[in-house]
Each structure stands twice: as structure tokens, then as C-alpha cells.
């Protein structure tokens, strides 16, 4: 089992940065890629950016292409989300994922708002 936590949205004015951290614990060996997604309101999930946990490979949807980074610390077992220029469209409940090869783990999201 692999657990997953996010921490680091909150209330940020259009134009704003925000960086989202997400912990992981326990089978962490088995994970080969992690992501962040988000879910705005009344909107189905959608994948923002994954990151390959070994040659650290990145990936990014065209709508954060340029604002968004993805990163990972292997030695704290931590993912990252550095998040700049935001949008009100941005405002949305984060998630990460990892994903081991035959299950994906997901965390408990945490909440970004983009508002003046």
C-alpha cells in the first residue's frame, strides 16, 4: 500500500504561485510514475502533469504548458507541483497519484482557488 498526501493550496489572486507538495509512505518502491490532477467545479478529473519517479520524464497538459512545473525530491519521497500565473479557470481540488504498474494511489486532494 502506498499513501499520499498533498498539502500547500489555499486562496491566491489571479497571477498568483502556489506550490503543492505531496508526501509519500510505505510501498513507495513500487511506484514508477506520479501525477497531479484536479477536478474543477461540476467538471469530471483531468490530468495536469506526471513525472517518471526514476529518470524524472515529464508530461503536461497544453492548459498549464509554461506555468506549471512538476518536480520530485526521490530522497524525501515527495512530489511537487509549482504552480505560476494562475488563472481563475486554475481553481480546482488538486490530487496526486502514484502508480506502480497495476494499481493507482491517490491522496486526498487539496483545494485551489485562483480569485481576486
Known amino acids: 500500500q502506498v499513501q499520499l498526501a498533498e498539502s500547500g493550496g489555499g486562496l491566491v489572486q489571479p497571477g498568483g504561485s502556489l506550490r503543492l507538495s505531496c508526501a509519500a509512505a510505505?510501498?513507495?518502491?513500487?511506484?514508477?510514475?506520479m501525477a497531479w490532477y484536479r477536478q474543477p467545479p461540476g467538471r469530471e478529473r483531468e490530468l495536469v502533469a506526471s513525472?517518471?519517479?526514476?529518470?524524472?520524464?515529464?508530461n503536461y497538459a497544453d492548459f498549464v504548458k509554461g506555468r506549471f512545473t512538476i518536480s520530485r525530491d526521490t530522497a524525501r519521497h515527495t512530489l511537487y507541483l509549482q504552480m505560476n500565473s494562475l488563472k481563475p479557470d486554475d481553481t480546482a481540488v488538486y490530487y496526486c497519484?502514484?502508480?506502480?504498474?497495476?494499481?493507482?494511489?491517490w491522496g486526498q486532494g487539496t483545494q485551489v482557488t485562483v480569485s481576486s
Open positions: 510505505g510501498s513507495i518502491f513500487s511506484i514508477n510514475v
Open positions: 513525472i517518471s519517479f526514476g529518470g524524472g520524464h515529464t
Open positions: 497519484m502514484g502508480y506502480s504498474g497495476h494499481e493507482a494511489y
